[in-house]
């Protein structure tokens, strides 16, 4: 798998995460509290630095892997 996720792009991801797991955790009585659980994939995707949507779509925000302007 190629790394094809940026590096402030898998900051916000992780953040983003962790504030839905966090949501998550603090409305556990809500019918809607399951929904706070899918800061697990922003998460894994910013760890791994891989996203397969990106993968699809063809897109690519990792600095490395950008063309230059010599």
Do not use: H, K
């Not at 792009?9 to 504030?19: A, E, F, M, T």
């Not at 809500?30 to 630095?49: D, E």
């Amino acid at each position: 798998m190629t790394v094809n996720v940026g590096t402030v792009d898998r900051y916000v991801r992780v953040v983003l995460g962790l504030v839905l797991i966090a949501y998550a955790l603090y409305y556990q009585a809500s019918p809607y509290s399951w929904f706070g659980w899918i800061g697990v994939v922003p998460i894994l995707t910013g760890v791994f630095g891989t996203c397969p949507l990106y993968s699809i779509l063809g897109m690519n925000t990792c600095e490395t892997n950008l063309p230059r302007n010599s």
